[in-house]
């Protein structure tokens, strides 16, 4: 766990608008989902099945299924105790619908800047915004040795270990999700998808 000073902005509008006034469209929000699993035992132990649930609730409203979104920005603090809970909230959710050799990419953004606190959900935005952009999944710094708390087989998930291109995806739009959580037990996951292409 590393902490880190930073903020970010993102300029939302919706796509017609953005479409019509010619602007640069890095993704498009498909939904967004926020709970509250109440009282936590502590900052660095969240709640696997309000996590799993807020993932599902996003995924409903994005009317879109699982096996369709190819990367997850991880919330990924680094912790012995919350990535294992975060992990298999995940493979739970992105992980169990899909084929073994199929895996959902995961990574964080925390192993660049470290966490900015209040600021870490929108640096995760950004840069799943960038890679949707680019059709590139960059490498998880410092991933060397996978935690041995988190059967990445079984949840049928795998961290970006080198610069990838965008996994294939079966004739839908480029899809990833961006998952986030709060210090008092807050929840937070956006769905994002790759803008239309225009001429």
């Known amino acids: 766990y590393v902490r880190g000073e930073g903020a ?7 796509l017609k608008r953005a479409l019509a006034d010619g602007d640069r469209i890095y993704a498009v929000i498909r939904a967004t989902a926020v709970n509250q699993d109440g009282r936590t035992a502590g900052i660095s132990l969240p709640n696997q099945a309000a996590q799993e649930a807020n993932i ?11 096996e369709s979104v190819q990367y997850v920005e991880a919330h990924g603090t680094g912790t012995t105790v919350g990535d294992p809970i ?10 169990k619908a899909r084929a073994p050799e199929d895996r959902c990419v995961i990574g964080s953004i925390k192993s660049n800047l470290g966490h900015l606190e209040a600021a870490a959900g929108i640096t995760g935005l950004i840069k799943t915004a960038l890679c949707l952009q680019h059709r590139q999944i960059p490498k998880n710094l410092h991933f060397e040795t996978p935690n041995p708390q988190i059967p990445f087989d079984d ?9 990838e291109p965008w996994p294939e995806t079966y004739g839908q739009p480029p899809r990833a999700g961006v998952n986030s959580f709060g210090f008092g037990g807050t929840n937070g996951h956006v769905i994002l998808e790759a ?5």
């Open 8 to 14: 970010g902005i993102v300029i939302l509008k919706p």
């Open 56 to 66: 599902v609730d996003a995924l409903r409203l994005a009317n879109i299924a699982p």
């Open 86 to 95: 975060e992990a298999a909230a995940l493979g739970e959710a992105y992980g």
């Open 155 to 163: 949840l049928r998930l795998r961290v970006a270990q080198r610069l």
């Open 195 to 199: 803008p239309p292409v225009t001429d």
